[in-house]
Nanobody
């Protein structure tokens, strides 16, 4: 089970930190990903992190502004978002793959089996 939180409304240029708490499996064995979906658009990749935290991936649109991290002791993955833009407005979802020990975290929705309920981020200009 994945529970995302931390969304809210912020002005452009502001920051937010999203959290995703995991339960039900050995969290530290699995890569984790963040995706987002804006109204009328398909769900898109944002960031991902390997099971160890040693490998990360970002979409070009957020690279340099967002940082994904994880705390395996707390079974939680984070997405620190800075320099937010109105185009970052979306529902953000955390996700986990079916298989453990993936060295390179996936960047496609097809790479993930388990999804959180989403948390809304609204960035105003």
């Amino acid at each position: 089970q994945l529970q995302a939180s931390g969304g809210g409304s912020v002005q452009a240029g502001g920051s937010l930190r999203l959290s995703c708490a995991a339960s039900g499996r050995t969290f530290s064995n699995y890569a984790m990903g963040w995706f987002r979906q804006a109204p009328g658009k398909e769900r898109e990749f944002v960031a991902a992190i390997s099971w160890s935290g040693g490998s990360t991936a970002y979409s070009d649109s957020v690279k340099g502004r967002f940082t994904i991290s994880r705390d395996n002791a707390k079974n939680t993955v984070y997405l620190q978002m800075s320099s937010l833009k109105p185009e970052d407005t979306a529902v953000y979802f955390c996700a986990a793959p079916l298989r453990a020990w993936t060295v390179v975290p996936g960047t496609s929705t097809r790479d993930y089996t388990y999804w959180g309920q989403g948390t809304l981020v609204t960035v105003s200009s």
